[in-house]
């Protein structure tokens, strides 16, 4: 499995619970979309995973800066995600960065807002943010391989409550 969780803003800890938690410790691995805000912070989702793979966002310290890229691509099941915290354009913008990159699934953060669209060329997913939701659902996004060589995809609240299916396959998403 891969759990994807953004906008942890934190000080002095990972501020998983929940749901949430538990992903992050069964996943393959974790992809973090940005604002973790102290290294420490990095350092403790380092230790709650099994394979973390993160990216800077714009609230991030000098210690994260120094570790993390800003943008990052990695493959899953298959498939290439491009990772981002943020890009200035919204979803036209999101999707270009994806494109430039040969992506699949592009992963950002920054809004706090979960999200799924489906683009002509992509698929586009923020997690929102476990820790600090900001009048959204406190959520994270999960991706399963399917036998049919897709990936089943969710939108779950830290609770547990799955609030968004999708569907990534070869003809790049569709809503399940």
């Known amino acids: 499995m891969l759990t994807v969780v953004s906008d942890t803003h934190s000080t002095d800890s990972h501020r998983l619970s929940g749901r949430t938690l538990q992903a992050v410790r069964d996943a393959d691995v974790v992809a973090h979309a940005g604002d973790f805000m102290r290294e420490s912070v ?31 691509n990695f493959t899953f099941g298959g498939f290439t995600f491009a990772m981002t915290h943020r890009q200035r354009g919204g979803s036209t913008a999101l999707s270009l960065f994806g494109r430039q990159r040969g992506a699949d699934v592009v992963l950002f953060g920054h809004s706090h807002r979960p999200t799924y669209e489906r683009t002509p060329d992509l698929v586009l997913v923020n997690p929102g943010s476990h820790a600090q939701p900001r009048g959204y659902r406190a959520a994270h996004a999960e991706f399963e391989r399917r036998d049919d060589g897709g990936l089943d995809g969710r939108l779950v609240t830290v609770d547990g409550e799955v609030f968004e299916l999708f569907l990534v396959d070869g003809d790049r998403s569709r809503e399940a």
């Open 42 to 72: 990095l350092d403790d989702f380092e230790r709650e995973s099994a394979r973390l793979l993160g990216v800077t966002g714009n609230n991030d310290d000098a210690g994260i800066r120094d570790r993390l890229p800003e943008a990052r």
